[in-house]
């Protein structure tokens, strides 16, 4: 007499199924990670680029400044605009509550 035993091979159909579900959503979880991995390094050499733009421009406006406050350039730009140097310039005086003080520049 043969006996069968059909709780057995439920018991290995259900683990089958439960191990290929948890493989499935495993490689879910990994392909969209992947994506997002992909996006994060994409965006970071973007930024990268961006940042290097923003750093040419920086020196570009810090070069203008620096030309710009450059002695000899301002003391062209004063002879120019009729300006005259003064040996011993006089500051304002402020009067506040009795008590004078003296603005510098």
Do not use: W
């Amino acid at each position: 007499m043969t006996i069968l035993r059909p709780y057995k091979h439920y018991s290995i159909a259900r683990f089958l199924v439960a191990f290929f579900a948890v493989v499935l959503v495993g490689g879910l979880i990994y392909i969209f990670e992947y994506n997002a991995l992909v996006d994060a390094r994409a965006e970071t050499a973007q930024l990268k680029k961006q940042i290097t733009t923003y750093q040419t421009d920086v020196a570009t406006l810090k070069n203008d400044l620096y030309s710009m406050l450059d002695p000899v350039a301002l003391q062209l730009l004063a002879s120019q605009k009729g300006l005259v140097s003064e040996k011993r310039p006089q500051y304002i005086t402020v009067v506040v509550q009795g008590n004078s003080s003296q603005e510098k520049p």
